[in-house]
């Protein structure tokens, strides 16, 4: 299935073997002084009220894409509702975050640099502390004619974050026609998530991205929790309309393998567990543990490089 629309086209068509899962092509080229400042920025404190986050403080590049925490803390030292998704090849995605409530990085990150949670900043704020600074000042005249302004800003972000494609997974390179990139047992994997149908909803050249669903189609998966908080009700929380309930934008399993933990809430440590949750909750199927490793093993060859280096997770590698 193609996603109605996508925040940018990368990518190539489906190949002629028909897969339902496309390689992920390098990222479209982008001028790189415009990805330099977004880079810069993206990683600066400054972007947030008492230089207290960059957004790469729960977006670690050198990682994942996401901090490993099943919840970060917030500005205000709290948890955050929602785990960190992983920013890497979010640009293919139909909408941003768990409730697909944004349709593009300018909305999504104008949105996290004013949430008091998040960088809880202001437009004043901000871009008087980037235009106290020489070095900003000249990049943002070069590129844009002006002093940093919310409009540079953004757009520098967003350039920035269309660079984050991850290529040359083990599996981009079999679906290309390599079919040794993968072991025996990784593509009995791939047959099983086929097979059991997982394929219906993570598919695509994201492997997920471009569909909302139900989370807890066959079983409740919310029945046994004590409390349901506000994120659990998914786009009924952002719609107020009664079939969202639950429902939520199809995550990517790009480089899941190096996400953990899983789900909208981070419950979910194991990516084994995770897999055999969305077998009885997604498809009414309890999976034995032979099936459910497969797939796991299946799902290992889903990661891929950013700068020709293999990603790794932050989970395992806690924030210094
Ligand atoms: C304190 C942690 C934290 C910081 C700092 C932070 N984010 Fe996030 N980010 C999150 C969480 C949590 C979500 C998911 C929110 C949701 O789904 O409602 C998210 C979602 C996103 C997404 C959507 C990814 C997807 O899969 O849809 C993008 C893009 C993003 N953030 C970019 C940024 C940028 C740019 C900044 C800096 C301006 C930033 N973030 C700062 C925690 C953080
Ligand atoms: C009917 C649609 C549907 C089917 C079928 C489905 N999934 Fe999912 N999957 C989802 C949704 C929706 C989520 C997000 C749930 C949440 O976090 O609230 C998800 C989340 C996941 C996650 C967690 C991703 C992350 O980054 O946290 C994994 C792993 C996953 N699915 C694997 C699978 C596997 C393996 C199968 C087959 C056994 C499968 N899914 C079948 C819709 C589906």
């Given at each position: 299935m193609v996603a109605p629309f996508a925040l940018v086209e990368?990518?190539?068509p489906?190949?002629?073997?028909?897969?339902?899962?496309?390689?992920?092509?390098?990222?479209?080229?982008?001028?790189p002084a415009r990805v330099a400042l977004g880079e810069s920025l993206f990683n600066d404190p400054r972007l947030s009220h008492g230089d207290l986050f960059a957004c790469s403080s729960c977006h670690r590049l050198d990682r994942g894409g996401d901090d490993g925490q099943v919840r970060s803390v917030a500005a205000d030292s709290g948890r955050l509702?929602?785990?960190?998704?992983?920013?890497?090849?979010?640009?293919?995605?139909?909408?941003?975050?768990w409730r697909g409530n944004f349709h593009s990085f300018e909305e999504q990150?104008?949105?996290?640099?004013l949430d008091k949670r998040l960088m809880n900043t202001s437009w004043e704020e901000l871009l008087a502390k980037l235009r106290a600074d020489p070095d900003?000042?000249?990049?943002?005249?070069?590129?844009?004619?002006?002093?940093?302004?919310?409009?540079?800003?953004?757009?520098?972000?967003?350039?920035?974050q269309r660079s984050l494609i991850t290529p040359d997974a083990r599996f981009d390179r079999y679906l290309k026609g390599e079919r040794g990139a993968i072991s025996g047992d990784e593509e009995q994997g791939y047959r099983l998530f086929k097979a059991y149908g997982c394929i219906a909803c993570h598919q695509g050249v994201n492997i997920g991205g471009n569909l909302f669903q139900k989370f807890g189609i066959f079983q409740d998966?919310?029945?046994?929790?004590?409390?349901?908080?506000?994120?659990?009700?998914?786009?009924?929380?952002?719609?107020?309309?009664e079939a969202d309930r639950h429902v939520f934008?199809?995550?990517s399993l790009r480089n899941v393998a190096v996400t953990a933990p899983y789900f909208h809430d981070g419950s979910t440590a194991s990516l084994g567990e995770a897999v055999r949750i969305m077998a009885r909750n997604q498809l009414g199927r309890e999976l034995d543990q032979h099936d459910a490793d497969l797939i796991v093993e299946?799902?290992?060859?889903?990661?891929?490089?950013?700068?020709?280096?293999?990603?790794?997770?932050?989970?395992?590698?806690?924030?210094?």
């Open positions: 990368v990518g190539r489906a190949p002629e073997t028909a897969e339902p899962i496309a390689p992920l092509a390098e990222a479209r080229a982008a001028d509702d929602f785990n960190a998704p992983t920013v890497f090849n979010a640009t293919l995605d139909f909408r941003l975050n990150n104008e949105a996290a640099l900003y000042s000249g990049r943002f005249a070069k590129l844009y004619g002006a002093a940093p302004g919310r409009t540079g800003v953004l757009d520098a972000l967003a350039v920035f998966p919310f029945a046994g929790q004590k409390t349901v908080t506000t994120a659990d009700l998914g786009r009924f929380a952002v719609t107020g309309i934008r199809v995550p299946f799902l290992g060859t889903l990661t891929g490089r950013y700068r020709g280096r293999l990603l790794t997770s932050a989970a395992e590698h806690p924030q210094p």
